[in-house]
């Protein structure tokens, strides 16, 4: 439906923009000359081939059968390609964060080793004082530190 603006089957709107009221009417020749045009059918097409064509014809389809084949699968292994690299990938990023998890699970059970051992060497050190091995011999076997001052002996 083409239009020209200044039809008389076309009436302004609001906006400028040409609405057409009714549809304009083809114009039909009686001429002997003209024919109504016809989209050529395959038979017509190949009637319309040489014999020299259809060889031609026949390798440029065999050929253009070979390049879809090719075509589909390399792009079949591209994809399948492209699948596993990403899904090798994936399983490694998978693999990093699970192992980073065990890492920082390690590292806090040494952390804990760590302060448990503190402990244990400030309550040895606690131990160890002299005061308080003092302390424990007189109150359970009852010795007390002698205040006779210690005989030297000589060596000869």
Not at 3 to 29: C, L, M, Q, W
Not at 66 to 87: D, H, M, Q, Y
Request: glycine residues 4%.
């Amino acid at each position: 439906m083409n239009a020209h603006i200044f039809d008389e089957n076309i009436s302004k709107t609001d906006y400028g923009v040409g609405v057409v009221e009714k549809p304009p009417t083809r114009a039909t020749t009686s001429a002997a000359f003209v024919e109504p045009i016809q989209s050529p059918t395959a038979e017509a097409t190949e009637q319309a081939a040489t014999p020299s064509e259809k060889p031609k014809k026949k390798l440029r389809d065999e050929a253009h059968e070979k390049i879809e084949s090719i075509l589909n699968t390399r792009t079949f292994i591209v994809i399948a390609g492209a699948t596993l690299l990403l899904g090798l990938y994936i399983y490694n990023v998978i693999s990093i964060n699970r192992l980073a998890g065990e890492t920082e699970a390690l590292r806090q059970k040494i952390d804990e080793a760590k302060s448990i051992n503190v402990e244990i060497e400030s309550e040895l050190k606690a131990l160890e004082r002299s005061e308080r091995i003092g302390r424990e011999a007189y109150e359970k076997l009852g010795l007390q530190i002698s205040t006779i001052p210690p005989i030297e002996l000589k060596a000869k």
